[in-house]
């Protein structure tokens, strides 16, 4: 696909980190751009920066996620490309023991149910309502109509203690790539994921420095944490490639997580 001002896009989770990123990368190359995110303040910022447009979205709701696709469309016309990085972590054990009083506790139900229907029921809720309005696109020159990119996370395949609900909600995006692939195959939409290790996000920089300098060495090369910006790189070699599709790819300086 190639990206100019005649193509139009939708980044979830487009007002910081990886979403970022991926939203500016697409506007430098003349993508009309739409960001679904809850940080109004900062989405707002962003897309007056790209010159694009600021959707605020719960992607947990069905109302928001088709206002937002209202919103976008109307300023910019049917995406052909979605971005999907909206989502969220958290850490506690299956079950544990207060080592100071004995008390013994289970992971909170309603925040390992809130961690999958953000990244996962989120992701997919996205990816069905931009999907039927590609189906309404002209195909392109190659019967291409649309190309979707979501984010999992290497904790989908060797997730560390306390993950949980994030690793199973990262794997069940690395599950559903393929089956949507094959879904969307007829209609000239390709389907992508990719699994980023540890990046420099908002989020990674609260961390104290000696945390970030032992998690950067913990890369096997180069020994640092990845970039936006390559993340953002991979995202449109995805989209632009028409070869590319039902593939998820590690993008992790070749890390695999130990226990913790």
Known sequence: MKLDNTVAAVVTG????LGEATARALAAQGVKVAIFDMNEARGEEVAKEI??????????????VDAGFEKARAAHGQERILVNCAGVGNAAKTASRDKATGETKHFPLDIFDRVIQINLVGTF??????AKGMLDLEPLQDGER???VNTASVAGEDGQIGQAAYSASKGGVIGMTLPIARDLMNDGIRVNTILPGIFNTPLMNAAPDNVKDALAASVPF?????????????ALTMITCGYFNGEDVRLDGGIRMAPR
């Open 14 to 17: 487009g007002a910081s980190g």
């Open 51 to 64: 010159r694009g447009v600021y959707c605020k979205v719960n992607v947990t709701s069905d109302a928001d």
């Open 125 to 130: 809720r996205c990816i069905a309502k931009s």
């Open 146 to 148: 649309g190309a979707i």
């Open 222 to 234: 180069p020994k640092r944490l990845g970039n936006p910006a390559e993340y953002a790189q991979l």
